[in-house]
């Protein structure tokens, strides 16, 4: 499971995460990247890797579980966020949601472009809790 690397030498971060703040994001920006999401498998294009650096610099801060224990503030991304709409996705990703900061000004067009084409390489996540047992 991906949250546990995370728990390793967290001991100053722990404390931090538990409250999203946007320090967290520098915090995070210098996690090495072989912490946070990996993809399917399979070796990714040179668009999909750096979608998939910006995503662990601004993205796993809200749409991951830093810990197990500490509360996830966005859904779980994948390729099918959105809807599995890549012009939806830019869209939100550009200009954000009520509770989502927009990226427009921090990232190129081509940026947001390779962050759509890695959350596309991103596999459906599992239901959160499983469902109960049918009697
Ligand atoms: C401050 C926390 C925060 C950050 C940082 C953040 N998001 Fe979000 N994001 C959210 C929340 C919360 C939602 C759910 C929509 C809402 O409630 O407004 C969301 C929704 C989304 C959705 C739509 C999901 C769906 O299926 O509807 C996408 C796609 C998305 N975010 C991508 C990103 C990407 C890519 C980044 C990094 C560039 C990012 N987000 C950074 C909080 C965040």
Redesign the pocket.
């Known amino acids: 499971m991906r949250c546990s690397a995370f728990s390793v030498p967290f001991s100053v971060a722990c404390s931090v995460a538990c409250s ?1 703040s946007w320090g967290l994001l520098t915090l995070l920006a210098a996690v090495p990247q072989s912490l946070s999401a990996q993809p399917a498998g399979g070796a990714l294009s040179a668009a999909q890797q750096l979608g998939m650096r ?2 662990n610099q ?2 796993v ?3 991951e579980k830093p810990q197990i224990t500490s509360g996830q ?3 779980t ?1 994948s390729k099918d ?2 809807g599995g709409r890549d012009d939806v ?1 830019r869209d ?2 550009a200009n954000g ?5 927009g ?1 427009k000004y921090q990232f190129e067009p081509s940026q947001i472009d390779a ?1 759509v084409a890695y ?1 596309k390489t991103v596999p459906t996540p599992p239901p959160a809790a499983p469902a109960p047992a049918p009697r």
């Open positions: 999203v910006l995503y601004s993205c801060v809200c749409h503030y966005g859904p991304l966020s959105a996705m939100v990703i949601t009520p509770r989502m900061p990226f962050i959350l």
